[in-house]
């Protein structure tokens, strides 16, 4: 039973165009994450987002939406891709306790090439 | 940048011995998180410290945390082959619900 999943694990799609990934998660978590992984494995937080709030890194461009139709699910959709997406694309979820979150359980990634 | 920052960079080791790899970060924090990642694949949480911590142990895992000098370290006893992967921290804040992870450590243990 996978914990985190992410659909696809790779996608290749030509610049300009509009694509969507998928996560979900069966933990009962309240919180999801997306993140960027670049080729020098520089991890970066782009989006968390519970059913309260959605914070989002001031540096992610406007083209990078997050989309929760319900808890246990976090899309990701991407306008306009550029070269620059390029990247593996992680989700992640947490509990949280007391107002603190804790670990992270990450899904397997999603290997995006833009042409 | 709230990012922490591991050090090494890389770590080659013979199996048996120990690994130390280092985390700096620069804001204040709630706790500390030390992950694996192998190649491909996502990454897996080993240990979370909290800023009232000062040490803690999982199996031959061994974590520091220094909040005076914004500093952890990650210790890896008797390393075995398996153990070749990325490792990085992230920092939790105090204040939303966003971590920071740093570039990593690629450490590999030749057997």
């Known amino acids: 039973d996978t914990a985190v999943s992410q659909t696809p694990k790779y996608l290749v799609t030509q610049m300009g165009n509009d694509k969507s990934i998928k996560c979900e998660q069966n933990l009962g978590h309240d919180t999801m994450y997306w993140y960027k992984q670049d080729s020098k494995k520089f991890l970066k937080i782009m989006f968390s987002?519970?059913?309260?709030?959605?914070?989002i890194n001031e540096t992610v461009p406007n083209r990078f939406s997050p989309k929760s139709p319900d808890k246990a699910h976090l899309n990701l959709h991407i306008n306009s891709l550029e070269l620059g997406d390029s990247a593996v694309y992680f989700c992640?979820?947490?509990?949280?306790?007391?107002?603190?979150?804790?670990?992270?359980?990450f899904g397997p990634g999603t290997r995006l090439t833009v042409l | 940048s709230q990012q922490g920052e591991e050090d090494p960079q890389a770590l080659s080791i013979q199996e048996g011995e120990n690994a130390t790899m280092n985390c700096s970060y620069k804001t204040s924090i709630n706790n500390l998180q030390w992950y694996r990642q192998n190649s491909g694949r996502g990454l897996v949480h080993l240990i979370l410290?909290?800023?009232?911590?000062r040490e803690k142990h999982s199996g031959r895992l061994r974590v520091t945390l220094d909040t005076s000098k914004k500093s952890s370290s990650l210790l890896i006893t008797a390393s075995r082959a398996a153990d070749t992967a990325s490792y990085f921290c992230?920092?939790?804040?105090?204040?939303?619900?966003?971590?920071?992870f740093g570039t990593g450590t690629s450490l590999t243990v030749i057997p």
């Open positions: 992640a979820s947490s509990a949280q306790l007391a107002g603190v979150y804790n670990e992270q359980f």
């Open positions: 410290i909290r800023s009232n911590e």
């Open positions: 987002y519970n059913n309260k709030e959605l914070i």
């Open positions: 992230a920092t939790g804040t105090n204040t939303g619900n966003q971590f920071y």
